[in-house]
């Protein structure tokens, strides 16, 4: 099942996707459900399934997508998680999984732009997997990992690289308002019981920029879904984004960065294609 977050007409949603169409289960579960993460806490993905059948189908063509999770309460990111993004960085294969945060503000949804900030001319791409947390939970054994996953989506983690760069601590460069993209849709996890099996590919204008097997994360899914309730809870619709490949502008030969008419996509094996335009903050 893929469920996506969406704007119609001045109204959110969200839905289950149905071929070219998406069907809206936010009308028919509004009142106890009013958003995905409502509904991931609450009823649950069965009663999506169950609603189904009375909501109302609306072709893709005439919704605006919204972030999968529009207001998580953690967006929770994994730096230097591939060998291949290690090597290019130069940096020791870490011991513990290297975190930061993004605010939910700072992204967008899948065909929406991605803003490079007047801030900085050093806009970067970084093709993700999100992981999508289902149910409540602190100190998950590795073992029960899976067991807390709603499901997987695409995410584009867009770097302001001189703003990251400012100190040793990440956040600044990656909280600037609609710089990440977030879609199209979130996949459950019965299509995906093991995102191990996965791949994923950056292209930027149609060149393929990154590529790699989700099996190559340093620590995986359940590892980090361990590392990560143990420092807090993770409860419904909070997403760990897992890291990124090798391939980014910042350690390209010349330096590639993302500009105003650019088309970065995400692309991962059995969830779907994340494309984002690119455009450049007004000046004043």
Known sequence: MKLASFSREGRSSYGIIDGANVRDIGAVLGAHAPTLKDLLAGEGLDAANSAAASATPIPLSDIAFEPVIPTPDKILCVGINYATHIAEAGLPRPEKPMMFVRYPDSQVGHKQPMIRPRESEQFDYEGELAVIIGKRGRRIPTSEAFDYVAGYSCYNDGSIRDWQFHTTQFTPGKTFPSTGGFGPWLVTTDEI??????????????????????????????????????????NPGDVIITGTTGGVGAFRNPQVWLRAGDTIEVDISGVGVLSNPIAAEPSD
């Not at 590529?211 to 340093?218: C, G, M």
């Open 193 to 234: 019981p093991d995102p191990a099996t996965l791949s994923i590919e950056t292209r930027l204008n149609g060149a393929v920029m990154q590529k790699a097997s989700i099996s190559d994360l340093v620590f995986d899914v359940p590892q980090l879904i361990a590392y990560c309730s143990t420092f807090t809870i993770l």
